[in-house]
């Protein structure tokens, strides 16, 4: 786990004079950046005997990634894992979930007063928990190796850089990847500015405005007790539309095919840009592949159906392909709210 690639961006922003890495998260060996905790939140517990192999359960709330982190790692240390997950949860998870032998159980019923499915889950996992002697609930929110798992991503960039990351962008959701990177520029006095990328209706950092969202990982709708609003420099609040903007423009400059919360980490790049100093080293921390959004994020009728005719929002002239036109993703002026 870990060690992934960084990658250099020389399309995407090829009108700012900084450079561009991404961090290309999806190569762990479960498919995305959750990989990081869930063995992290399982290590240690395992490592102290409180969890132990074939008589502990492993009770969590998620409907992807961390899902399937868990699913794999309690796989590999034979570990019974529960999963809970809602409607939303694609049936491609469902299936990887079930492949790796996690037992899911899903919440059909929204919250009564949000609307949200996430307080419905976190409820079904706490009766769980107290029907099942010795569960384990490592609580992706809460749980402080969520964001220590991330210190050895900040440390992998900084070391391939060698010092030299003048702005690092996570996307934020249960805030583990922000909080982990910003302890370890802090630790070791790095001059890295740490950039949170928060989803417009998000709890988090004061969004503008409060709707519903459609990208996974993007923003959350329960403020985690994980959350140190402190560990960012700067906050950038992006739409599902500019996320899904910003994953076609990606694949489209760079064929790099990644997630939603990828697509908003570019957008959010395009925000930043005018006020980053020629000269400056960006590093985008690209929390999972596109392989899992083809009928979302890269299905066209999906996108229809959410935002109408958009398509010339990533459309260029194709005779300039090589040279992407004027602000080819990063001028994100055009998208629309919520
Ligand atoms: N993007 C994706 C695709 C994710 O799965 C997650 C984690 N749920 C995030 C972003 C947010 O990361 P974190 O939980 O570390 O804030």
Redesign the pocket.
Known sequence: MGNTPLVELEKIAADGEFRVFAKVERFNPGG???DR?ALNMLLDKLRSGELVPGRHTVIES?S???AIGLAQVCCYYGLRFICVVDVRTTEQNLAVLRAYGAEVQVVTEPDPVSGEYLPERLRRVAELAASIPGAYLPD?YGNPL?AAA?LTTMREIDEALKGEVDYVF?????????G?CAAYVREQGLNTSVVAVDAVGSVLFDSPVSCSRLI???GTSVLPSLFDPTAADHVVHVTDLEAVVGCRRLVRHEALLA????GAIVAALGKMAPRIPAGSVCVLVL??GGDRYLDTVYSDAWVRRHFGEVTHLWADDPSSRDTPPHGAGIDLKETVSC
């Open positions: 995305s950046i959750k905790p998620s992807g990634n961390l992706q969520n991330h996570c996307a934020a959701g249960t805030t583990g990847t922000l982990g996974p990982g993007h997630g939603g919360s990828s929390p999972d």
